[in-house]
């Protein structure tokens, strides 16, 4: 007999028939055996007893209690490892070439432990988004939040969106290139994780509006779908020209461009400032080199 807990464990007992050894009626020998439902008492054990089984599935942990048997899934870090894995094998593989035995191999786990975890390859491809994504907006939305006025939170969002994507070169191809190739990601979107990211966005705007910082008459929508289409757009254009500059340099002169546009009369960040030289040539010459620095 088990009894699920509230915190999820299983309460399982076990005890003794209530049978002694010897003859039964028919002659034949009759030894104890054990039985599901008996009272805990008849079950000669004194100490506590300790089994631990290890499978591809977390650790299983069996530990004798007052009561009985108390079984406790210890999570372990298969799931994460694996997703970490198959970032880098599809950043340097591609998508459809990466095999899931690749990844198997790279998190150090057998090929079918991948599947006790994902259906299969674009499931574990749009796992990686939405795991990322939940990390994103959450450390994201905490750190923009110390922040007063709203360019300053645009700011700390431009940056941090730019810096994460040039700090894991990897994740950056995942989420810019391969994830495109997946045609359950463009049909459905994952709009969960990412339409949180655009409320966020959202948020920023209406507060700067609030204190001054950004215009009224605009609406909302656009301005957020300007904000994330650009830096979307930004980050690809780096991965496709092999990461061949300094991303985070950008920030600046995007924050610019975001609050005062492109019109005449408003004092910009001149492009041969900070972001000038090799960036902005490749920048604008529009051509991605393709090429990959290791």
Same mark, same amino acid.
């Given at each position: 007999?088990?009894?699920?807990?509230?915190?999820?464990?299983?309460?399982?007992?076990?005890?003794?028939?209530?049978? &002694?050894?010897? @003859?039964?009626?028919?002659?034949?020998?009759?030894?104890?055996?054990?039985?599901?439902?008996?009272?805990?008492?008849?079950?000669?054990?004194? %100490?506590?007893?300790?089994?631990?089984? $290890?499978? %591809?599935?977390?650790?299983?942990?069996?530990?004798?209690?007052?009561?009985?048997?108390?079984?406790?899934?210890? $999570?372990?870090?298969?799931?994460?490892?694996?997703?970490? @894995?198959?970032? $880098?094998?599809?950043?340097?593989?591609?998508?459809?070439?990466?095999?899931? @035995?690749?990844?198997?191999?790279?998190?150090?786990?057998?090929?079918?432990?991948?599947?006790?975890?994902?259906?299969?390859?674009?499931?574990? #491809?749009? @796992?990686?988004?939405?795991?990322?994504?939940?990390?994103?907006?959450?450390?994201?939305?905490?750190?923009?939040?110390?922040?007063? %006025?709203?360019?300053?939170?645009?700011?700390?969002?431009?940056?941090?969106?730019? =810096?994460?994507?040039?700090?894991?070169?990897?994740?950056?191809?995942?989420?810019?290139?391969?994830? &495109?190739?997946?045609? &359950?990601?463009? &049909?459905?979107?994952?709009? +969960?994780?990412?339409?949180?990211?655009?409320?966020?966005?959202?948020?920023?705007?209406?507060?700067?509006?609030?204190?001054?910082?950004?215009?009224?008459?605009?609406?909302?929508?656009? /301005?957020?779908?300007?904000?994330?289409? =650009?830096?979307?757009?930004?980050?690809? =254009?780096? /991965?496709?020209?092999?990461?061949?500059?300094?991303?985070?340099?950008?920030?600046?002169?995007?924050?610019? #461009?975001? =609050?005062?546009?492109?019109?005449?009369?408003?004092?910009?960040?001149?492009? %041969?400032?900070?972001?000038? +030289?090799?960036?902005?040539?490749?920048?604008?010459?529009?051509?991605?080199?393709?090429?990959?620095?290791?």
């Amino acid at each position: 007999m088990y009894s699920i807990m509230n915190d999820g464990s299983f309460i399982i007992e076990l005890g003794w028939r209530h049978s &002694r050894f010897g @003859s039964t009626p028919n002659g034949r020998f009759q030894s104890p055996s054990l039985d599901c439902g008996s009272s805990f008492s008849h079950l000669p054990v004194k %100490d506590p007893l300790r089994l631990a089984f $290890k499978i %591809d599935r977390p650790v299983v942990t069996f530990e004798t209690i007052s009561k009985g048997f108390t079984m406790r899934l210890k $999570k372990g870090d298969k799931r994460l490892r694996i997703l970490d @894995s198959a970032v $880098k094998v599809f950043a340097h593989e591609g998508f459809f070439k990466a095999k899931v @035995s690749q990844i198997a191999s790279e998190a150090g786990v057998a090929p079918g432990t991948v599947y006790l975890y994902f259906k299969n390859k674009e499931d574990l #491809l749009i @796992s990686i988004f939405e795991v990322r994504m939940q990390d994103i907006n959450s450390k994201f939305r905490a750190a923009i939040l110390e922040k007063q %006025d709203g360019r300053s939170r645009l700011e700390c969002l431009v940056r941090m969106h730019l =810096t994460g994507f040039q700090r894991q070169p990897d994740m950056a191809a995942c989420f810019q290139v391969e994830l &495109r190739q997946s045609s &359950r990601f463009m &049909r459905e979107n994952v709009k +969960g994780e990412l339409q949180q990211y655009l409320d966020l966005i959202r948020e920023i705007v209406e507060h700067g509006r609030r204190d001054g910082s950004f215009r009224n008459e605009l609406p909302v929508r656009l /301005v957020t779908h300007l904000i994330f289409g =650009t830096l979307d757009e930004v980050v690809s =254009t780096w /991965v496709m020209s092999g990461m061949a500059y300094n991303l985070i340099s950008l920030t600046g002169s995007l924050v610019d #461009l975001f =609050t005062n546009g492109i019109g005449q009369g408003v004092s910009a960040l001149a492009l %041969d400032g900070p972001v000038g +030289g090799r960036t902005e040539q490749i920048i604008m010459s529009g051509l991605p080199t393709l090429r990959r620095h290791e």
